[in-house]
DNA sequence: TCTTTATTTGGCGATTTCGCCAAATATTTT
DNA sequence: AAAATATTTGGCGAAATCGCCAAATAAAGA
């Protein structure tokens, strides 16, 4: 009986899904995007502006974010608004913060 | 008056400090160790059989979440077993259901 | 229509990540 | 001490990610 869990079939199919989710969030301007529209859309040059690099650099990270189901865009005029599409990402953060103290806490215990 | 935000100094380095954490959490085996550890301290051996993938790999992947403050290691005896330090971290997954159901949404109305 | 501004897409070299094998290390048993 | 079991580390080729440039596409204005 009570076979022991395995990577396999349906659990394996969900841990790649939920990873691509995290993939489209692991990257420092990525993050900041989705950090700058939790206060409201923005269009792809004021991020860009923001974020200092070239502008088909973060068009490719918004297509990131839009493709992985984070975002969503709107073409209005001659620009294109992004926003949030599910605002719980930002629950996220609380967490990393506490990862990070935690980090933090071991960085000191180290040096002592 | 009121800058515009940009993505340099502390911004920038919050938001690498996070990437870091993300990053270790983008990985499908990575995640279902985080998954299984949630679910009690799991030893190296049962991880890798769970797997199903070279042992050197998956001590790496619980090497990586380490590092990252994720995880703790405890030897006893032969056996290294890990455990969740942060159990927030499960916290995240209800939100990546929530982005896979609006990916899996958007997959339907693009069918029809 | 021609020009300007905003955005996306194709492509390429550079860097990072990934997973296996082989070898090293740690612990227990004989 | 030698053997067996568990885990980590070094290294390497394969694959994925990254960021820029150049070119294509979209919409607004002259």
Redesign the pocket.
């Known amino acids: 009986m009570s076979e022991q869990r395995n990577f396999e079939g349906e659990t394996k199919a969900n841990m790649e899904a939920r990873a691509r989710v995290m ?1 489209a969030l ?5 993050l900041f995007i989705v950090d700058e529209l939790s206060r409201g859309e923005r ?4 991020l ?1 502006e923001m974020i200092g ?12 974010l839009k493709q992985a189901g984070i975002v969503l ?1 709107e ?7 992004y926003r949030l599409r599910v605002p719980c990402i930002l629950n996220f953060f609380g967490c990393v913060e506490a990862v990070l103290e935690e980090v933090g806490r071991r960085t000191l215990e180290a040096a002592s």
């Open positions: 993939k692991a990257h420092p301007s990525r269009c792809v040059c004021e860009t690099a070239d502008v088909s650099t973060v068009s490719k990270h918004l297509a990131l865009d073409r209005r005029g001659q620009q294109v608004f």
